[in-house]
């Protein structure tokens, strides 16, 4: 099914701009918390930890020396790009899932020279100002953002044509995903490239627990302000009245499962009161704000291979602290 696009369209001779608008389905959100606060283990979606705060704190946290994840793969797309363009060829859709500020695919354009590009975000101002700036800057590429939520199914615009299908998606996020959760959004991209479409994503890899716990709790404190600004959120979305002062910030890496799990702990016995209801905390107890799993490079590419995603290459830094894939759909 092809969705409805906004009326703006702007047409070149050798470029077209369009921007796709799938309406992505609101959850009800005041359950949502409610329901993940009234576990045994109190939890929030990370989804709440990027308002427009958080978002700022968080590309502070990309620029930390703790902070390996962004510049270990800003830099293997730098070095790598000539060899990825070659493994991918000229002339694709060239999918981007979670497009943000747009820094990694900039690395890319000029290399791959895709025939669209397609950057698809929930968030509708964000992505249309980040496409709009690429349309500008790149005048021989054709630029259709879709607005949706890249989760669950969305449709592709018509004219990307039989071009072949290419999704790229950085930052390992992919690690927010419970293992079997990541199957089955794994599973949906194969679907969405088809037969001989390509995955290109970033992942981070399992290392030293220092080094990792290190990269979630940095020595100046900008991890901690960006997950207590969650709570923040929470006041200014529920009418809330957290105490942001009275939680504290814990990140610990559970080597059984391979994965950095962020806490938001309460420092004293209090009781909340968000969307008209009281939410009781003991001193000491947790709300789990995010997971971050860590994969050993043959490990993820069994569970892409369950995702029916075979593995044609793949690159990580000197250190092996980060890898980039390129699946093939079955």
Excluded at 21 to 49: C, F, H, I, N, T
Excluded at 172 to 186: M, R, Y
Excluded at 264 to 273: D, H, M, P, Y
């Amino acid at each position: 099914m092809i969705g409805s696009a906004t009326r703006v369209t702007k047409r070149y001779s050798k470029r077209v701009y369009k921007f796709y608008d799938r309406k992505p389905v609101a959850v009800d959100l005041r359950e949502d918390v409610l329901v993940g606060l009234s576990l045994s283990q109190k939890r929030v979606s990370s989804k709440y930890l990027y308002d427009e705060g958080g978002s700022t704190l968080f590309e502070a946290i990309t620029e930390l020396p703790e902070y390996y994840v962004t510049r270990t793969e800003l830099a293997l797309l730098e070095t790598r790009r000539d060899e990825i363009a070659t493994r991918v060829g000229p002339g694709v859709c060239l999918i981007e899932y979670g497009s943000g500020t747009s820094r990694k695919i900039r690395l890319l354009l000029e290399r791959l020279k895709p025939e669209s590009y397609v950057p698809v975000d929930i968030s509708r101002q964000p992505l249309e100002t980040a496409a709009r700036l690429l349309s500008r800057d790149y005048p021989w590429l054709n630029v259709y953002p879709v607005c949706a939520d890249y989760t669950s199914e969305f449709s592709l615009p018509s004219e990307i044509g039989p071009a072949p299908r290419v999704v790229f998606f950085p930052g390992s996020s992919i690690g927010n995903f419970e293992p079997e959760a990541a199957v089955g959004f794994l599973g949906r991209i194969a679907a969405l490239v088809g037969p001989g479409g390509r995955l290109l994503i970033g992942v981070d890899r399992k290392k030293d627990r220092a080094i990792l716990e290190a990269a979630y709790d940095d020595a100046a404190g900008v991890t901690a302000e960006f997950n207590r600004n969650m709570l923040k959120h929470l006041n200014a979305t529920f009418d809330a009245d957290f105490d942001p002062t009275k939680f504290s910030h814990v990140a610990l890496y559970n080597e059984t499962l391979g994965c950095i799990q962020m806490f938001l702990q309460s420092t004293v016995e209090q009781s909340i009161r968000i969307a008209g209801t009281s939410i009781e905390f003991r001193a000491g107890e947790r709300i789990h704000t995010e997971s971050s799993y860590k994969y050993d490079p043959g490990e993820f590419a069994v569970l892409a291979e369950r995702a029916g995603l075979r593995r044609e290459t793949w690159w990580t830094d000197e250190r092996k602290r980060f890898a980039i894939f390129l699946f093939a759909a079955a």
